[in-house]
């Protein structure tokens, strides 16, 4: 198991950027494929991005493609989400999430349930 601690959000204006930053403690954070997901009110929590353990391979949800780039320090037990060129629609919660067995790219890459450990997530406010 891993315990996972969002941090970063806060109120931006559209155009903006926000760097969310997920820190990691217990065992083997580098065997971890780690995910990015966020959830609006009224809404279904909605996959964001995901990296592979050792950052060979990121996948991203095409609404955020081109604007979002994850990352990972396994030295620091982090992962962060550099958010570009904000829009309302991005307001949500965002949090971060990880698994072991998660194939990045795969078809469970961008489905919530297959992730079994998970932050308390972070806010994320873009104003119009």
């Known amino acids: 198991q891993v315990q996972l601690v969002e941090s970063g959000g806060g109120l931006v204006q559209a155009g903006g950027s926000l760097r969310l930053s997920c820190a990691a403690s217990g065992r083997a954070f580098s065997s971890y494929t780690m995910g990015w997901f966020r959830q609006a009110p009224g809404k279904e929590r909605q996959f964001v991005s995901a990296?592979?353990?050792?950052?060979?391979?990121?996948y991203y949800a095409a609404s955020v493609k081109g604007r979002f780039t994850v990352s990972r320090d396994n030295a620091k037990n982090r992962v962060y989400l550099q958010m570009n060129s904000l829009k309302p629609e991005d307001t949500a919660v965002y949090y971060c999430?990880?698994?072991?067995?998660?194939?990045?790219?795969?078809?469970?890459?961008?489905?919530?349930?297959?992730?079994?450990?998970w932050g308390q997530g972070t806010q994320v406010t873009v104003s119009s």
């Open positions: 990296i592979t353990w050792n950052s060979a391979s990121t």
């Open positions: 999430a990880a698994d072991m067995n998660v194939k990045v790219g795969g078809p469970t890459t961008a489905q919530a349930i297959r992730y079994d450990n």
